[in-house]
């Protein structure tokens, strides 16, 4: 079956530590995107992705890192700089661009140690 | 103000009745609509997307939208149970293809 596989479901970080958040896509498209959601908020975009080998910032990209080397796949890496990186984490993709249905893995929680 | 705005909720009807759920937003330029269910602890689904001026319809779901007031609605006809989530708002801006912004999320409950 075609879709997002995010893992891990639970990620918890430990003070100063860095962790990387796995998504990967066989839906052959094109973007991918992160989003970061709080309790009782909406999705925030942390980066995009419209073609390999490169990404764009949202609007909280400070504290996060991401890496594009490959199609299928759009690793998010917390960094110890982001200090608040209790949060649900998604990833999403669309064929070319965000005028089209967005698809979502199912997410993951991170929470810090 | 925020450029995505929803009523946070949460919506409270009983099976059977209309839910109607309303979005605003700031961007006049904003050209893609799109609404959203998400489950407690799942990730978001498209339920609808609307691109023009009017009603859109597909089963018990009607997106709505009013470029001129800035405002999109969803309806759901003869609510069920199954259908209380949260429901998200994303707007998508004409200058940017990926700048898609969403609301908060209004919570919606359909009691037995």
């Known amino acids: 079956d075609g879709g997002i596989t995010q893992s891990p479901k639970y990620l918890f970080r430990k003070e100063g530590q860095n962790v990387t958040l796995s998504c990967e896509q066989n839906?052959?498209?094109?973007?991918m995107y992160w989003y970061r959601q709080d309790p009782g908020q909406g999705l925030r975009l942390i980066y995009y992705?419209?073609?390999?080998?490169?990404?764009q910032k949202g609007d909280i990209a400070e504290g996060y890192s991401v890496s594009r080397e490959k199609k299928e796949s759009f690793p998010l890496t917390v960094t110890s700089a982001q200090k608040n990186p209790t949060a649900f984490y998604l990833c999403?993709?669309?064929?070319?661009?965000?005028?089209?249905?967005?698809?979502f893995g199912s997410g993951t929680q991170l929470s810090v140690l | 103000q925020k450029e995505v705005e929803q009523n946070s909720g949460p919506l409270s009807v009983p099976e059977g009745a209309i839910a109607s759920l309303n979005c605003t937003y700031s961007?006049?330029?904003?050209?893609?609509f799109f609404w959203y269910r998400q489950y407690s602890g799942k990730s978001p689904e498209l339920i609808m997307s609307?691109?023009?001026?009017g009603d859109k319809e597909d089963g018990r779901f009607t997106a709505q939208l009013n470029k001129a007031s800035q405002y999109v609605s969803l309806l759901i006809r003869d609510s069920q149970p199954s259908d209380s989530a949260t429901y998200l708002c994303?707007?998508?801006?004409?200058?940017?293809?990926?700048?898609?912004?969403f609301g908060a999320g209004t919570r919606l409950t359909v009691k037995p």
């Open positions: 999403a993709s669309s064929l070319t661009g965000t005028n089209e249905k967005l698809f």
């Open positions: 839906l052959n498209h094109d973007a």
């Open positions: 992705s419209q073609i390999v080998n490169d990404f």
């Open positions: 961007d006049r330029v904003s050209q893609s």
């Open positions: 609307i691109y023009s001026n």
């Open positions: 994303a707007v998508n801006k004409a200058t940017n293809n990926n700048d898609m912004r």
